[in-house]
């Protein structure tokens, strides 16, 4: 039986982006069930005193988490992985930058309705939004951002990695994370990065 794999990502995040493309090779070689989420960072940076450069990104950042999440909405959570698939590649991997854009050539990628792009200038999702952040992100805690993993009852941030790992090298690390964090009392590990994000 697969083992289930949870994983709360936003596509602005580059990130979050490489740590979901390991977990898609991990299960290449290990048993695994990989299923989407979404959180928001602007929802998570919500009241925080940050940049004034930062505070209008997050705007922005709104747009497709709400469209995945009108998505998800309409089609279910199956549509999560393709639809954030999409975005990613756009925004990371193409590195093209216009949200509005990005939102309208991805849903066209994953065979998806144009109109559903209309949710990013609305707020007529954000309670599911917000639902779909809070499930992620509680028994994780507030204090990390994306991308956040449950497995096995046991939630966590990270791992944060560059570039992502592939075929057996993505399953030993799977294995070495999940050891790591299924000991009890177990918290951190942490070193400081040497080099931005690399999406080969």
């Not at 005193?49 to 990104?57: T, V």
């Not at 144009?114 to 805690?141: C, I, N, Q, W, Y």
């Not at 449950?150 to 050891?179: C, N, Q, Y």
Request: glycine share 8%; net charge negative.
């Amino acid at each position: 039986m697969s083992q289930q794999v949870d994983i709360w990502v936003d596509p602005a995040c580059p990130w979050a982006w490489i740590t979901s493309r390991w977990l898609l090779q991990a299960a290449g070689v290990r048993d695994l069930d990989v299923r989407f989420h979404v959180m928001s960072l602007a929802v998570l940076n919500e009241g925080r005193d940050m940049p004034a450069e930062y505070l209008e990104w997050s705007k922005k950042a709104y747009g497709p988490v709400r469209v995945l999440i009108a998505a998800e909405q309409r089609h279910g959570n199956d549509v999560v992985a393709p639809l954030y698939s999409a975005m990613g590649t756009r925004l990371h991997v193409n590195g093209e930058k216009e949200y509005d854009e990005v939102i309208a050539k991805a849903l066209a990628d994953a065979g998806l309705e144009a109109d559903l792009a209309e949710a990013a200038k609305t707020e007529e999702f954000d309670e599911a939004l917000r639902a779909s952040h809070l499930e992620g992100m509680e028994p994780v805690g507030f204090d990390v951002g994306t991308p956040v993993i449950h497995v096995g009852g046991i939630a966590f941030f990270g791992p944060v990695i560059t570039p992502a790992p592939k075929g057996e090298a993505a399953g030993k690390l799977f294995d070495g994370v999940l050891s790591v964090v299924s000991t009890p009392g177990f918290y951190e590990i942490k070193r400081s990065r040497t080099e931005g994000p690399s999406f080969e």
